[in-house]
């Protein structure tokens, strides 16, 4: 089970970080952050693999930072300079396969959290 937390309403240039909570070990557990803005389809932020290889999409890269803590079982996601653009709702997946950005069947979702960002 995957709980997210930390979002909320900022201007833009603001900051926020964004918690995912895991009930079980996701030591060496592919996992990632997905946005879905209203009307639009659900879109990759950032990804980490089972280690410590991290991938970030074009339009955050520099500005979010994602980090796994495996002892307090939690996979966070930094997001400073905020943009109106970055408005939406947020989840983390933790992966049923070897890869981070890729759907399996059996993997688990959060159930999200919404982040608004004002001009």
């Known amino acids: 089970q995957l709980v997210e937390s930390g979002g909320g309403s900022v201007q833009s240039g603001g900051s926020l970080r964004l918690s995912c909570q895991a009930s079980?070990?996701?030591?060496?557990?592919?996992m990632a952050w997905y946005r879905q803005a209203s009307g639009k389809e659900r879109e990759l932020v950032a990804s980490?693999?089972?280690?410590?290889?991290?991938y970030y999409v074009g339009p955050v890269r520099g500005r979010f930072t994602i980090s796994k803590d495996g002892d307090k079982k939690t996979l966070d996601l930094q997001m400073n300079s905020l943009k109106p653009e970055d408005t939406a709702m947020y989840y983390c997946?933790?992966?049923?396969?070897?890869?981070?950005?890729?759907?399996?069947?059996?993997?688990?979702w959060g159930q999200g959290v919404q982040v608004t960002v004002s001009s």
């Open positions: 079980e070990s996701i030591n060496f557990i592919p």
């Open positions: 997946v933790a992966r049923a396969g070897r890869l981070p950005r890729i759907d399996y069947p059996g993997d688990s």
């Open positions: 980490q693999d089972g280690g410590n290889i991290k």
